[in-house]
């Protein structure tokens, strides 16, 4: 059984918070967007062996990608509107 304590729940908001961010979306979006199945993440490393978690939705030129690492968000293909390419910090 997953304990439900209040630090639990402020990981899961940090979380979507973060995801929202990788993936250019509000967070109540997010939600929905995760209830429907439109999003898939993936667990990896990269080259330098630093894990991450691959965040993607959409298809087309709408689809949106992004790793999500501990400490920073790397967007990839074409950033979202109003972003920065490349690496981004993140304030989860």
């Known amino acids: 059984m997953v ?16 995801l929202a961010k990788a993936l250019d979306v509000p967070e109540d979006t997010l939600a929905r967007l995760l209830e429907d199945g439109a999003i898939t993440l993936e667990t990896g490393r990269d080259d ?3 894990p991450f978690v691959l965040a993607a939705h959409g298809t087309g030129e709408a689809r ?6 501990k400490d920073r968000i790397l967007h990839l293909g074409e950033p979202p ?12």
């Open 81 to 92: 509107e109003g972003s920065v390419p490349g690496s981004v910090p993140s304030n989860p």
């Open 3 to 18: 304990s439900q304590t209040p630090d639990m729940y402020n990981e899961i908001n940090v979380l979507f918070g973060t």
């Open 48 to 50: 330098r062996g630093a």
């Open 64 to 69: 949106r990608a992004a790793r999500v690492y």
